[in-house]
């Protein structure tokens, strides 16, 4: 991809995504919080994740960052609604593993393969994987 291509995706993708995030609120109540937090540049969010008979019923986030760390968390927050913890760790697990390697998910949700593409955008790749890695953390730590 070139870096027109990718400042073309930044613009029409991810700006309007960042300007609209998906649940950027802090809720009255959430079953349980996960705080997503970058000392690098300062990103911090905390992730709010409701929950009924084991599957996760809604995500809300809140906090502030960069454009790709928001539009990444809102895009994750779309994705993990309605999935159990054990497929919001290995949909977490599948997109780092790709953010990290030179291919992309082909059965990946749109916005997710647009998120792994964005991948050479000058050195964000911590940016785009920050929530999905405090999200895998606490599943793979958590005693479900």
Request: hydrophobic share 35%.
């Amino acid at each position: 991809m070139t870096k027109q291509e990718l400042q073309k995706l930044f613009k029409n993708e991810i700006l309007p995504e960042n300007e609209n995030p998906y649940h950027f609120q802090e809720p009255q109540t959430a079953s349980f919080t996960i705080e997503a937090y970058n000392s690098m540049c300062g990103d911090k969010y905390t992730l709010y994740f409701n929950t009924s008979e084991g599957q996760i019923t809604s995500v809300y986030f809140y906090g502030f960052g960069c454009a790709l760390s928001k539009a990444s968390i809102s895009i994750m927050c779309k994705s993990m609604e309605h999935l159990s913890p054990k497929n919001i760790t290995a949909l977490s697990d599948q997109f780092i593993f790709t953010m990290d390697q030179e291919h992309s998910t082909k059965n990946a949700d749109k916005k997710i393969q647009m998120l792994q593409q964005l991948k050479h955008f000058d050195g964000r790749v911590d940016c785009i994987k920050l929530g999905w890695e405090a999200v895998k953390n606490h599943f793979e730590n958590a005693d479900l």
